[in-house]
C-alpha cells in the first residue's frame, strides 16, 4: 500500500477529517512534514478537504532557517496551496522570559498555528509525528517515569481551543517517508539541530535508540505497538474513570468531594485516576503533582488511615479527609500560605453582618428582657447587654484561644471543642468566634456558649444574636 493510501486509510479510521474539513498542514520543511503536505495536497486536489500551509522561523538558525522558509514557500506555491509564514525572534523572547527554549518554541508557535486555524475557519491543525517520533517519545518516558497514559505515547488526536490537533503519519516510518520524497520529488531540509546532543530527544535518536536495537532490531516497532496497545488500554479506563468522577464526586466550581468507603472500594489503578482527575477538574497545572502525593492522597482513605488530615497537594490544591469524607479544594495562594485570617467588628448599631471568610452569617437584635427571645438551638445566643465591652469582635481561631464553658469549671481550648464536635480540619481555620472588646471568648456559633454576660434577674437589655452557615 502507497503511503497516501495508508494516510486516508488511518484517518478514516480515527476519524481525522471529513469531507469539507479545512485543514492546517504544520510544515517545517523537514521530509516529514513536506511528506505530509504533498500528500493532503493531493487530496485536496480532489476536492474532499481544503489545505493550508504553515510555517514558523524560530530564528535560530539564521541562514538555514531562512533556506527553510524559502524552500516551503515555493513547494506550497508548485502544489498550489496557500502557505502562511511568520518568523520570531526567539532567543529574543526566551531570554526575556527565561523559559525553557523547546517549551518556549512550542508555545509560540501552537499559538501562530491556532491564529491561522482561526483565520481561515479551519477545524483541525495536522502534525507530521511518525513512527519513529512516536517510539522515541514513549522511551523517553519510559527513562523518565511514567504509567500507562505516558506509555501511550502521542494520540493520533486531541482537542485544543476550538480545533483537533491530528496526527495522521503516527503508522508511517521515517524510512518510508524519506522513500516517499525521492518518488515523488518533494524538496526538504535537514535540521542541523538533530544532531546536537544537548537535547534529550537527539540522544534517545543518535545513541540510546541505536545501542538497543542491538538487543533487539525491532524495538521501535515494539514501542509502536506498546503505544497503540497502551493507548487503547488507556482511553477505556480514563472512560471508566469519567463515569465514576460523574457517579460518586460531589462538585462545585472550587471542590471535589467522595466517601473514603466509595473511594477506597475502587481498584487501585481506578483510585489512582479518580485522584488525577479530580485534580485535573480543579487545576490546569497539575503536571507536577507527583505519584508519591498521588499515593498519600489515596492512602489517606483507607480504613487504617487518620480519621482528619490534610495536605496542599500542589497547583493551588488543598486535600483533606474529614472523618468519612475526602475533600479536595482550589485555595488562593492567599490562603496557602495562611493569609486567610478575619476579624471584624460588631458594633452596636451593627445589626447584620456576613463575614466572607467563614461563610457565616450573624443577625443582631437588641430588646429590654422583656420583649427578648429564647435560643431555639445552638446558633441563637442570648447575652446581658450591659456586661459587654463594645466592639464584640469576630474573629477565626488562634493558637492558644480558649473558651469559659458554662456549665464546666475551668476552661477549654478551642481546637479540643473542635475535635469534640468533629469540625472538619478546613473548617476550623475559617470558624467564626464571638469575642468583646477585652478579648473574652463568648460563643462557638453551634458549638457552646461561654459563662460570660450570663441572663440575670437584674438584667434589663438582652443582645439576642442568631447565626447562619447557609
Known amino acids: 500500500m502507497n503511503l497516501r493510501n495508508e494516510l486516508e486509510k488511518a484517518a478514516a479510521e480515527r476519524r481525522l477529517w471529513s469531507a469539507g474539513d479545512c485543514i492546517v498542514a504544520a510544515v517545517s520543511g523537514g521530509p516529514d512534514s513536506m511528506a505530509l503536505l504533498h500528500m493532503l495536497s493531493a487530496i485536496a486536489k480532489e476536492g474532499y478537504i481544503s489545505v493550508i500551509a504553515a510555517h514558523v522561523n524560530h530564528g535560530f538558525r539564521v541562514e538555514e532557517s531562512a533556506h527553510e522558509l524559502a524552500v516551503v514557500r515555493a513547494f506550497a506555491e508548485q502544489l498550489e496551496v496557500v502557505c502562511e509564514t511568520v518568523t520570531f525572534d526567539m532567543p529574543s523572547y526566551i531570554e526575556e522570559t527565561r523559559m525553557n527554549g523547546q517549551a518556549a518554541s512550542r508555545e509560540k508557535r501552537y499559538a501562530f498555528l491556532h491564529e491561522i486555524a482561526e483565520r481561515y475557519g479551519a477545524s483541525r491543525i495536522a502534525l507530521a509525528h511518525h513512527a519513529d517520533d512516536q517510539a522515541e517519545t514513549v522511551l523517553m518516558r519510559v527513562i523518565r517515569g511514567t504509567g500507562l497514559t505516558g506509555l501511550a505515547g502521542m494520540v493520533s488526536k486531541r482537542r485544543e481551543k476550538n480545533v483537533e490537533l491530528i496526527r495522521p503519519m503516527l503508522r508511517m516510518n521515517k524510512s518510508d517517508l524519506l522513500r ?35 538487543h533487539n532490531p525491532q524495538l521501535s516497532q515494539s514501542l509502536q505497538r506498546l503505544a497503540e496497545v497502551a493507548g487503547a488500554e488507556d482511553e477505556w479506563m480514563e472512560k471508566q474513570t469519567e463515569a465514576l468522577f460523574a457517579q460518586l464526586v460531589t462538585r462545585s466550581p472550587n471542590e471535589c468531594a467522595i466517601s473514603c468507603v466509595d473511594l477506597h472500594g475502587l481498584h487501585i489503578a481506578l483510585q489512582r485516576r479518580l485522584i488525577k482527575l479530580i485534580l485535573s477538574y480543579l487545576s490546569k497545572e497539575t503536571e507536577k503533582i507527583s505519584f508519591e502525593q498521588i499515593e498519600t492522597m489515596r492512602l489517606a482513605a483507607s480504613a487504617h488511615a487518620p480519621a482528619t488530615w490534610r495536605i496542599d497537594a500542589g497547583a493551588g490544591i488543598r486535600c483533606a479527609r474529614e472523618y468519612d469524607r475526602m475533600r479536595w479544594l482550589r485555595i488562593s495562594q492567599h490562603a496557602l500560605n495562611g493569609a486567610d485570617d478575619y476579624s471584624c467588628e460588631v458594633e452596636r448599631n451593627t445589626y447584620r453582618l456576613t463575614v466572607e471568610q467563614s461563610g457565616w452569617s450573624f443577625e443582631f437584635d437588641y430588646a429590654s428582657v422583656r420583649d427578648s427571645r429564647k435560643p431555639a438551638s445552638r446558633y441563637e445566643a442570648c447575652f446581658d447587654a450591659s456586661e459587654l ?11 492558644g484561644d480558649r473558651i469559659q464553658v458554662l456549665g464546666l469549671n475551668g476552661s477549654k481550648k478551642v481546637q479540643d471543642m473542635f475535635v469534640d464536635e468533629k469540625i472538619a480540619p478546613l473548617k476550623r481555620e475559617l470558624y467564626p468566634l464571638l469575642f468583646d472588646a477585652a478579648g473574652k471568648l463568648l460563643w462557638i456559633p453551634g458549638i457552646r456558649r461561654s459563662s460570660h454576660a450570663l441572663m440575670e434577674p437584674h438584667t434589663k437589655d438582652v443582645l439576642f444574636i442568631r447565626a447562619s452557615n447557609e
Open 180 to 214: 516517499y520524497c525521492e518518488e515523488h520529488h518533494v524538496p526538504y531540509c535537514v535540521d542541523s539541530s538533530n544532531k546536537e546532543r544537548h537535547y534529550f530527544r537527539n540522544i534517545i535518536r543518535l545513541d540510546i535508540l541505536p545501542y538497543l536495537s542491538r
Open 389 to 399: 465591652t463594645y466592639p464584640l469582635v469576630i474573629r477565626n481561631r488562634l493558637p
